[in-house]
């Protein structure tokens, strides 16, 4: 199990959760966050500063975000397990059906 990251991250990319996250797990696309589901070692410290409440634990992902499992899956497709997100920085390459959303209401 993993925790994963839904929609209302999307555009927001806050980044608290990237500061809490003790092994480096969480990675950065182009319109939001990804948990790196081989990396996380389910410590939970990312959930509660979530901002927008986008983090949930992977049995607990609400019905209507349940695609964004498997999207949290999918980033990581060509990215394979790089061993942190500082090593590799910002990569643009979101499921394309989360770039074809319409922007998030700020």
């Known amino acids: 199990m993993t925790y994963v990251i839904a929609e ?3 555009d927001v990319l806050d980044k608290a959760c990237i ?3 003790p092994v480096d797990c969480i ?3 182009e319109r939001m966050l990804y948990i790196h589901p081989d990396e996380c070692v389910d410590c ?3 959930e509660p500063v979530c901002p927008v409440e986008a ?4 049995d607990d992902v609400p019905d209507q975000w349940s695609a964004y499992t498997q999207a949290n899956v999918d980033y990581f497709d060509q990215l394979g397990s790089p061993g942190g997100a500082s090593k590799v920085g910002k ?3 979101d499921p394309q ?3 074809d959303l319409p922007p ?3």
Do not use: M, S
């Open 55 to 58: 983090i949930y634990y992977e």
């Open 27 to 29: 990675y950065e696309g």
């Open 8 to 10: 209302p991250c999307i």
């Open 44 to 46: 939970g410290a990312c």
């Open 97 to 99: 059906w989360i770039k």
């Open 104 to 106: 998030q209401a700020e």
């Open 19 to 21: 500061d809490e996250c």
């Open 91 to 93: 990569v643009a390459d």
